[in-house]
């Protein structure tokens, strides 16, 4: 079994960063994409960012478009997420996501398309 595990979560001031990170073990795996969602109380879990491995295309939210930045290894099948000038509504859990099977493009974008999940982290921003 694939098993993702975050960190990096935590209670930071409006204006602070945070790093998360997310790597996979288990059985022999390769992702073709990974990827970050979050969940805040009440509301529907949306996509964040993600990456695909073949071709490096990344995709961001509009709404963390320039303050956040996916990276990752391949290799490894670690991907983070570098969180810059956290706001208020970026309190969340996050999730890691990793894809199984090709996907780009809208399906990037889709928590559908991922097939592993990680358990979540907590971020707070305090006002």
């Known amino acids: 079994q694939v098993q993702l595990v975050e960190s990096g979560g935590g209670l930071v001031q409006a204006g602070g960063s945070l790093r998360l990170s997310c790597a996979a073990s288990?059985?022999?795996?390769?992702?073709?994409?990974m990827g970050w969602f979050r969940q805040a109380p009440g509301k529907e879990r949306e996509f964040v960012a993600a990456?695909?491995?073949?071709?490096?295309?990344?995709a961001y939210a509009d709404s963390v478009k320039g303050r956040f930045t996916i990276s990752g290894d391949n290799g490894k099948n670690t991907v983070y997420l570098q969180m810059n000038s956290l706001k208020p509504e970026d309190t969340a859990g996050y999730y890691c996501?990793?894809?199984?099977?090709?996907?780009?493009?809208?399906?990037?974008?889709?928590?559908?398309?991922?097939?592993?999940w990680g358990q979540g982290t907590q971020v707070t921003v305090s006002s």
């Open positions: 990456i695909t491995w073949s071709g490096g295309s990344i």
């Open positions: 288990g059985r022999t795996f390769n992702s073709y994409a």
């Open positions: 996501a990793a894809a199984a099977s090709y996907i780009s493009g809208y399906y990037l974008r889709r928590f559908e398309s991922f097939d592993y």
